[in-house]
């Protein structure tokens, strides 16, 4: 319901655009407006400094409880303001006074507006904003402290041997993880943001040089034209800027692990990174991306080499295992060894359901199984699988409810999706795989034949930044072969790329 009201309550009433209006010359209206147009939240925290020698020089140090870091506001702004305060003996003007703030105060980054939309705006994001009486500029402090978990293991791209790191929902974590691995001046950080309501910083970071310079100003342009009120995972963004919102491949990949977002910068790719998400985008993106793991790169390239084939075949056999089943039991019986096939018949002689029923209740009953996994906590998630999975799966083949070898054929299925190292690619197999099994039940492998046919075409006219998804395959480049179905030693690696 939270997703549903950040993207459809564009509409909603806002309040009246203040952005251009200056401030009053007046600390205490100052305060009371701000107070006014948040609602008079209690975490807005305000404290009031005097001058023992001059009652009209006065200020007030405002920032949001939790949001900023109380250390450096009472070390490096109220001290240092209240230690001069107390020196100044002197009278002194406004416009003085003004002068000497920036050597006064001792945060790291120190800057001064005069807008009121930015004074609302760096109180909300954790800076600490110093008012004067008389002046209506504002003095603004970098004391921003996001609460963020710890860099820990990466839960959903795990690896044997590799980087252990993986990102944090922190922005500036992420970027740090990724500049300690990359510590050249061409590697570039744009930052903006997205979302009128949630304000996320948005970072996009590419190597100058490496990086085609149209595809990062075509990102920055899609990302402005995004409209929404709220972003809460990188995947707001991926729906609104991918080239083809029908299409059920992913046309951006996602990771969580700062060694591949480098791998992929050093390519020449672009990051998406998002505020309050641990998943990067990386744009643009093509279908063989999806097949590889960092840990390719970090062992023998014969072993890697034949773990990217397994994945290749494990994904066609994830979408097709359970179609071809089907339709040589339901219309190419004469396709099967007699053998085989007098054991498969006395398996179904006491199934009362079509094959096609059995496939599709037994597909539906993993994918619950799976959800359920998901969704459970993690003390009872593997009793459960453990129950779904071997009890009520024998006790339906000994019920006479399904057949065991359709048990079979959806296993091998379900294990082959966990081969591939994506989840996004995942996904798109196992839609697919639900259409291919309707096929199927109704004209046989023709039918899975004419399918084949419309996915490899519609693959072929996919496209990531006006990058083909389906390239080096359509169109074919020989020379990109390296570092695709297989993977060539890392010298033959390096040598493609000094020959660009």
């Not at 590889?292 to 994830?318: A, H, M, T, V």
Request: glycine share 4%.
């Amino acid at each position: 319901m939270r997703q549903k009201y950040l993207l459809k309550s564009s509409n909603r009433e806002k309040t009246p655009d203040c952005s251009a209006a200056p401030l009053y010359d007046d600390v205490n209206k100052n305060i009371e407006r701000l107070l006014n147009e948040l609602g008079n939240s209690s975490d807005i925290s305000f404290r009031m400094v005097e001058s023992p020698y001059q009652k009209t020089l006065k200020a007030a140090v405002i920032h949001v409880d939790g949001l900023a870091d109380e250390n450096i506001i009472n070390e490096n702004i109220m001290t240092p303001l209240i230690q001069w305060l107390k020196e100044s003996n002197q009278v002194v003007t406004v416009k003085e006074i003004e002068e000497q703030i920036p050597q006064i105060l001792t945060v790291s980054q120190l800057t001064i507006k005069e807008n009121w939309h930015e004074f609302v705006s760096a109180v909300l994001t954790g800076d600490t904003v110093i008012l004067l009486n008389g002046s209506s500029k504002i003095f603004i402090g970098n004391t921003k402290k996001l609460q963020s978990r710890a860099v820990t293991e990466p839960t959903s791209q795990t690896v044997v041997r590799g980087p252990k790191d993986s990102f944090t929902e922190n922005l500036r974590t992420n970027t740090s993880l990724i500049r300690a691995r990359i510590q050249d001046s061409n590697l570039r950080l744009d930052s903006m943001k997205i979302g009128s309501v949630t304000q996320t910083d948005i970072g996009i970071m590419y190597i100058q040089g490496n990086a085609d310079e149209r595809i990062v100003e075509e990102i920055k342009e899609r990302l402005k034209e995004i409209k929404v009120d709220g972003v809460l995972e990188s995947n707001y963004i991926e729906e609104f800027i991918r080239d083809d919102r029908t299409t059920i491949f992913p046309l951006l990949l996602n990771t969580e692990r700062p060694d591949a977002v480098v791998g992929n910068l050093l390519e020449g790719r672009i990051a998406i990174i998002v505020q309050g998400t641990p998943f990067v985008l990386i744009a643009p993106a093509i279908f063989s991306q999806f097949f590889q793991s960092p840990e390719d790169y970090y062992q023998n390239y014969y072993i890697s080499s034949f773990l990217r084939i397994l994945r290749f075949g494990s994904f066609f056999l994830s979408m097709y295992a359970s179609a071809i089943y089907l339709a040589l039991i339901t219309h190419h019986q004469g396709l099967i060894p007699n053998t085989l096939m007098v054991s498969l018949m006395a398996q179904r002689e006491r199934v009362p359901f079509p094959a096609i029923v059995e496939m599709i209740v037994m597909e539906l009953a993993f994918e619950m199984l799976r959800e359920a996994g998901i969704r459970m906590p993690r003390a009872i998630g593997p009793a459960v699988s453990i129950v779904g999975a071997l009890i009520l799966g024998q006790a339906a083949v000994e019920a006479g409810f399904v057949s065991a070898a359709v048990v079979i054929i959806v296993a091998i299925s379900a294990i082959s999706n966990f081969t591939l190292p994506s989840t996004s690619i995942v996904n798109a197999a196992r839609g697919f795989r639900f259409i291919l099994i309707l096929i199927s039940a109704f004209i046989g492998l023709y039918g899975i034949l004419l399918m084949t046919l419309c996915i490899w075409l519609h693959i072929s006219s996919l496209r990531s930044f006006g990058i083909p998804y389906f390239s080096p395959f359509a169109p074919f480049d020989f020379k990109e072969q390296k570092d695709t179905l297989v993977r060539f030693s890392l010298p033959s690696l390096l040598k493609k790329h000094q020959n660009k």
